[in-house]
């Protein structure tokens, strides 16, 4: 397990930088012999350098050499406890980014004393030496992850400590209440209370109101790190598969006159104005289908209309009839409340049929956004409904957004312990109840900024991680 492991105070290495050919890569060691086994194999160019000598941050150019073999001339950086990554004495080796020379580095280092880290260890070091905490610790993992400017600007905002700095607040007001509940324990034979009912109440109130707030702001926080899912539907042939094409502006999906071609789902994303869509495009909806295996598909496309965040609905202007498309719209909003934004493509068929076919100017009503996706004929309309459907208000540097499944879970449980205290003061329970409650408050609140963890949950955030970090 790696929590156990860092009570072995070995020195650990690794690869920082990605494998594989490239012009430098960087290997990572840390440790309390850090400086010490990189001493035996780099001979500085200044013959009077040592590097457990030398000031922290400094960088030193010099060969690296197995035995009398020479295997690179690198730059090796200096970090001395605690003024480092991990809070320990850590070195970093720039090298050339040959395959060899990385292995024969990392092999010349274990066989001088380090051993290999596993994957997250350099963090969670710098966790247990109190360099941040535990979700500061996941903020790391959530930055090398981000794929967007607002994921990016989620996990910047986590590692800085406003949302912890929150928590903290919350966890020490439940604290100090607790304290009081405590000494009533202690007192119990006198039937003397400490802690005024009404204004832990209070108190309790406005907890209640902030982890609610935090709460509501997962359903926003984790689309914006995750990407916010977008399903395309509409019936066969309407052009659902030619608009994903438009929109990603490669063709990422087969089209074909023929209905029915896609027969299951296609997935990918794309940055707009620096949030990360998840285009979902789907089989053709339908009633009954005899085809078993389109019947599948049309299956799987109402399951992803459960999962999207924001509908496409696409109807072929050119082939439909403005009071079915109404019934139609009408009975999808009754099975989602999820953001619908209508489009009707093939705008570039207009000029092939007669007049008297021409859609109905009561389309208008349906606030439609007339396209092409043959001819990507007004896609920027679409784009833009896209970004005004996002609300990133509440995405400032100061305001806090949770964008974590596991912190969710533990503010959930936090808050149902809170209502379980509210409910027991009112029905004036017992001391040593609500005594309960607040400790499972305390400890569901502690669990987010690592206050309180266990090595199972430290195993399955670090083990996550790359190895390198």
């Given amino acids: 397990m790696i929590y156990n492991n860092i009570n072995d105070n070995k020195t650990i290495c690794a690869l920082a930088t990605p494998p594989g050919i490239s012009a430098i890569s960087i290997i990572r060691l840390s440790g309390k012999d850090a400086l010490h086994i990189c001493e035996k194999i780099f001979r500085p160019i200044n013959k009077k350098i040592k590097l457990s000598k ?6 030193h150019f010099g060969p690296i050499y197995d035995g009398s073999d020479l295997i690179d001339h690198v730059l090796v950086s200096v970090f001395k406890e605690p003024k480092s990554y991990t809070g ?10 040959s395959f060899y020379i990385q292995q024969k580095i990392i092999e010349l280092l274990i066989d001088n004393g380090a051993i290999m880290a596993k994957p997250g260890e350099y963090t969670l070091r710098a966790f247990l030496n109190n360099k941040f905490d535990l979700s500061q610790a996941e903020a790391v993992a959530d930055l090398i992850a981000s794929d967007s400017k607002l994921s990016h600007d989620l996990a910047l905002q986590q590692m800085k400590g406003n949302y912890s700095n929150k928590i903290k607040e919350l966890r020490q007001k439940l604290i100090n209440f607790a304290s009081l509940i405590e000494l009533e324990l202690d007192f119990a034979d006198e039937d003397v209370e400490f802690a005024d009912r009404t204004k832990l109440l209070e108190l309790l109130s406005d907890i209640k109101n902030e982890i609610t707030y935090l709460i509501k702001s997962f359903s926003l ?8 899912p977008v399903t395309i539907i509409g019936k066969p042939n309407v052009g659902k598969s030619t608009l994903l094409n438009a929109l990603l502006n490669e063709e990422k999906a087969i089209t074909s006159k023929i209905p029915g071609t896609t027969r299951d789902i296609i997935e990918d994303t794309l940055i707009i104005n620096g949030i990360c869509f998840r285009f979902i495009d789907t089989a053709g909806l339908k009633k009954t289908t005899k085809n078993e295996i389109e019947s599948i598909g049309i299956k799987k496309t109402y399951q992803k209309i459960e999962q999207a965040e924001i509908i496409l609905y696409v109807f072929d202007i050119c082939n439909t009839n403005l009071q079915e498309l109404k019934k139609e719209i009408n009975e999808l909003k009754e099975k989602t409340t999820k953001k619908i934004i209508i489009i009707g493509n093939k705008i570039d068929k207009l000029v ?8 109905d100017k009561n389309f208008v009503e349906l606030e439609t956004i007339f396209i092409s996706a043959k001819r990507k004929e007004n896609i920027n309309f679409i784009t833009d409904s896209l970004l005004k459907s996002v609300n ?7 305001n806090v957004v949770v964008s974590n499944a596991r912190h969710y879970e533990a503010l959930s449980k936090t808050l ?10 009112n029905n004036n329970i017992y001391t040593e109840l609500l005594d309960v409650d607040l400790r499972d408050a305390l400890h569901y609140l502690g669990e987010i900024t690592g206050q309180v963890t266990d090595n199972e949950i430290l195993n399955n955030i670090f083990g996550k991680f790359c190895i390198g970090k």
């Fill in 352 to 359: 092939e049929i007669p007049i008297r076919q021409l859609p």
């Fill in 54 to 59: 030398v000031k922290s941050h400094t960088v």
């Fill in 392 to 398: 990133t208000k509440n995405i400032t540097k100061d």
């Fill in 416 to 425: 149902k312990a809170i209502q379980n205290v509210e409910t027991g003061i």
């Fill in 221 to 228: 926080g984790n689309v914006l790190k995750n990407g916010i």
């Fill in 88 to 97: 320990e004495n850590s070195v970093e080796i720039s090298c050339h980014g």
